[in-house]
């Protein structure tokens, strides 16, 4: 038999605003820009401030008072297009890499079906310039064998730049080494690449029967390949920063700036307004239009909380770092998203969504606001330092090292040790991996 069971529990929700609020939060500028864009398309009730655009026309420049309003303060050569000196320069034709490996195609003597695979084959190109998509799946695409595609391969593989399109590293290396097939770099290549990617040198000697010098000779051959043909030239187009703040300092104080002056304020209808009130619109209208006032009274509360929150997160980010804001970049203290939301009184989550993918303009560059934070470690005397200064420490020793008797993980605790920093081995380790740096022994270079 059923039984109804009634319970009472406390659980935290969030409000529509609450929802609308975090959702505004988490969006860096450009990302604003656009956002108010379509509210504004979607909810008839906003509407932007045309008063203010009119105002700043008709108004003549004049001298502002930082202290006064430091609102108004926005540096005038850094974002206005209108200055630049080189507006009047032609643009070169910029084509798209594999736009660019396309019209290579045009080389080669292709049936339509050849072509259309071949571009198929480049526009699945990963960053790297590596095939990204199993042959498999493009033959039953266009209903052809896989010989037939690999025929197709074959042709892409002989573009511009020499190795595009391979399958994977070892794949990329030998399209490289085409017409030296006699080579014993060739070799290396085709039959011991496990050993030399993973540094054997000692069983390439003993396989190949070869010299010190002769290997020597090979790995600086094959080391001048292009290890990544499309490394920086498949999407990643040229990526333009716009920083979120701006920090600068007047009078000896830091003032930080929202930088969304360009971002037009919004206001409800007045027209819309009237309509609601009056007593003889119908229910439907004004159930539609009630809705839309609070949906756009909310979107305008959350913009400007949005400018609130990260005013208040930059400027506790400058009194918690007091070093890096005098100059010092380098001397960053440890500090969390916990530091931050204890100080302002925030939820940690709150703090996360205003750091992420957020840039501040400083006198000393433009930085992410999360690259303030870092963890810190405890030293025997319980003095407490930032994981970044021990990281710097540690890949300096790395690029210094001998190459030929690279230091293990043991040999670099016990340098870190010497410099102040005493470490366990995996502390070191796992250093070494944040730092994507391997282990010694694939850092290992044979020297004559």
Sequence with gaps: ???????????????????????????????????????????????????????????????????????????????????????????????????????????????????????????????????????????????RSNEDVSLVLEKVQQLDPSGIAAKDLQDCLLIQMRGKEQSLAYQVVLNYFDDFANHRYECLQKNMDISKETLSNIIEEITHLNPRPGDGKIGSGIETVIPDLLAVQRDGKWVVIVNDSWIPDLNLSNEYLTLLNQKDTARETHNYLKEKFDSANWFIQAIQQRRHTLTAVMETIIKKQPKFFDGKVDSLVPMKLQDIASEINMDISTISRSTRGKYVDTPYGIFELKS???????????????????????????????????????????????????????????????????VARLRRQLTQ
């Design 372 to 438: 303030f934070f870092t963890e810190g470690y405890t030293l025997e005397g319980g003095e407490e330092v930032s994981t970044k200064t021990i990281k710097e420490l540690l890949k300096k020793l790395i690029h210094d090292e001998n190459k030929d008797s690279p230091f293990t993980d043991i040999d670099l605790a016990a340098k870190l040790k010497d410099g102040g920093f005493p470490m366990a081995r995996r502390t070191v380790a796992k250093y070494r991996e944040q730092l994507n740096l391997p």
């Design 1 to 143: 038999m059923v039984r109804l069971k009634q319970t009472q529990s406390q659980r935290h929700t969030l409000s529509p605003q609450q929802v609308l609020q975090a959702s505004i939060l988490q969006l860096n500028v450009a990302n604003l820009e656009q956002k108010i864009l379509d509210e504004l398309e979607s909810n008839p009730v906003l509407e932007p401030d045309e008063s203010q655009s009119e105002e700043m026309a008709e108004v003549e420049p004049t001298e502002v008072d930082y202290e006064e309003d430091p609102d108004e303060y926005e540096p005038a050569n850094i974002y206005d297009n209108a200055r630049s000196k080189d507006r009047d320069i032609p643009m070169a034709e910029q084509v798209d890499f594999v736009e660019g490996l396309v019209r290579q195609l045009d080389s080669f003597s292709l049936s339509d079906w050849e072509r259309a695979v071949a571009e198929e084959l480049l526009w699945n190109l990963d960053e790297n310039g590596y095939l990204a998509v199993d042959m498999v799946l493009i033959a039953d695409r266009y209903n």
